[in-house]
């Protein structure tokens, strides 16, 4: 597959590390002053992480600040409020070892912890665009390397055609399904090709070290055409299957959320607008910037091929 | 009670109260912690006490008459303004910060969008009523006919409520907690209006017990 490569960003443009730090002592400072907002940030425990770079990052992106990454996220078993990951997901403690079972129509069924794992290939960093089905959308530098290098280690049988993925869920740390209003453990699929496009990203860590507990640790996926929530965070499960499997938000509004979930600026979503973005942390006083959403977030060089012929109005 | 109810110094502090909630928006203006999402932030923060007050002002009148307390009416007035204030607010929010006086997109999203169309009834039923609320305006219109119009706020609060409800994405705790709060209070003027459509003489054996 020929895979055209954006002309590179340079590492001048990523915010500086001292710079975001700073922010971050500032946003702690403030949360002290609330309380025991606090006390969660001490409990991150990031590591270094050495990548590459990689020809699959975009170019003339500038990249969000780490604090906004961190700060604002949607993990719905940590809460639904935009900042409550960040408060509660510390507190939970990411389980030592990880194992991701990997089955299904396979010819070699495994589970595999996440140091063999990220000992299968080198750690690259790819900075993507990153938009949500809300209408925010993100610039990150993740790490990690395609899926396909570890779904390959399990030789899928011809019948596999769908790749089906499941969310760890720990009731003592994570809210209920009630409460969210979605059904846990969280599940996620993507079409075999889909899954196997280089572009498609088992992903570890971001700014240079391991993933925070909010934004989906230990490992997690990235698609960056999808909507957000395509991209399952702390993977336990993974399963090849023949049919296409069940999907949290697909199952909770089949009307309002597709399968497919490319971003795709002519689709709206039934109660808002998908051909206009806001991009978090930017502008005069940090309030964002509108901008136009691109066709499969302007990665349709890449991935557009997957889906020709298809209706992508009617295969949303 | 009556005293303190009565005074003109509740008044102010009534009103000084009912601006915290500004304050703190702008206190957080200030110290940069309107979350990634600012816009976002802020337009869900005056909506909320949109909601607020109108669940306040639609608690006055159930309030006075079971703590049979008629100086608490004093207060509806200034509540239902606040709740008008806050919803200008938070439609100035959407309007100039999201939308950016974009007549078009505006324009679009108010016919498109459900929630858009229900919150921009919700608010314009809520303009004649601030207009009409002094007391000029009582004594113009004649009671009656004034409190006919006012009842539009029934309305409009069961309006915001859909509106908060059809946004949320999955997690409808919230919208569903005040959807239970507008039905006890508007059961409670619903139980009230039909014990008094009550013919007299049903009440009478009663009394000859």
Avoid at chain 1, 133 to 147: D, T
Avoid at chain 2, 156 to 166: D, K, N, Q
């Amino acid at each position: 597959m020929l895979i055209r490569c954006p002309s590179d960003l340079p590492y001048s443009d990523v915010t500086p590390k001292h710079v975001y730090l700073n922010r971050r002592r500032f946003l702690s400072r403030s949360a002290a002053a609330v309380g025991a907002a606090a006390a969660p940030f001490a409990a991150f425990a990031a590591a270094k992480l050495n990548a590459t770079k990689t020809p699959y990052s975009v170019g003339g992106e500038k990249i969000t600040s780490k604090d906004v990454v961190t700060g604002y996220n949607n993990y719905y078993e940590f809460g639904t409020g935009k900042e409550e990951p960040a408060q509660n997901a510390p507190k939970w403690k990411v389980p030592s070892p990880w194992t991701v079972q990997i089955g299904g129509e396979v010819a070699k069924p495994k589970t595999i912890d996440l140091d063999a794992i990220t000992k299968l290939a080198p750690l690259e960093e790819r900075i993507y665009r990153h938009r949500c089905v809300e209408a925010w959308s993100i610039v990150v530098p993740w790490i990690g390397f395609s899926l396909s290098t570890l779904l390959k280690q399990v030789e899928p049988t011809g019948k596999a055609k769908f790749v089906a993925f499941e969310t760890y869920y720990d009731p003592k740390y994570m809210i209920t399904p009630r409460e969210a209003g979605i059904p846990f453990p969280y599940k996620e699929g993507l079409r075999l090709d889909e899954a196997m496009h280089p572009l498609t990203l088992l992903c570890m860590g971001m700014y240079g070290e391991t993933l925070p507990n909010q934004d989906g640790a230990p490992l997690r996926l990235v698609i960056p055409w999808k909507y957000g929530f395509k991209s399952i965070k702390s993977i336990s499960k993974i399963n090849f299957v023949e049919k296409q499997p069940p999907t949290d938000w697909a199952a909770y509004a089949p009307g309002e959320y597709g399968f497919y979930s490319n971003v795709n600026p002519k689709r709206d979503h039934p109660r808002w607008s998908q051909a206009r973005e806001r991009r978090l942390g930017e502008g005069f006083l940090g309030q964002g910037i509108t901008k136009e959403t691109l066709m499969f977030n302007g990665y349709g060089d890449q991935v557009a091929a997957m889906y020709s012929g298809m209706d992508l109005i009617r295969n949303y | 009670m009556p005293k303190v109810l009565a005074s003109k110094w509740t008044k102010v502090v009534l009103f000084l109260l009912s601006l915290v909630p500004l304050a703190y928006l702008v206190q957080r203006v200030f110290e940069r912690r309107l979350t990634a999402n600012p816009i976002e932030y802020i337009t869900h923060f005056t909506g909320d006490w949109t909601i607020r007050f109108l669940m306040i002002t639609l608690a006055v009148t159930p309030l006075r008459n079971l703590l049979n307390q008629p100086q608490i009416t004093r207060y509806r007035r200034m509540m239902g303004l606040y709740a008008y204030f806050y919803g200008c607010l938070h439609f100035l929010i959407w309007s100039v910060l999201d939308k950016q006086l974009d007549p078009h997109v505006m324009y679009e999203d108010i016919l498109k969008r459900w929630y858009i169309t229900v919150g921009m009834a919700a608010l314009l039923g809520m303009k004649p009523l601030a207009v009409t609320s002094t007391a000029g305006w009582v004594r113009r219109m004649g009671y009656k006919r004034w409190q006919k119009l006012h009842r539009i706020v029934y309305g409009c609060a069961a309006l915001g409520v859909i509106h908060y409800y059809l946004l949320v994405k999955s997690d409808i705790r919230e919208p569903l907690m005040y959807a239970a709060i507008l039905a006890v209070l508007l059961g409670y003027r619903v139980v009230v209006s039909m014990r008094k459509k009550k013919p007299a003489i049903k009440r009478a054996p009663v009394l000859a017990k």
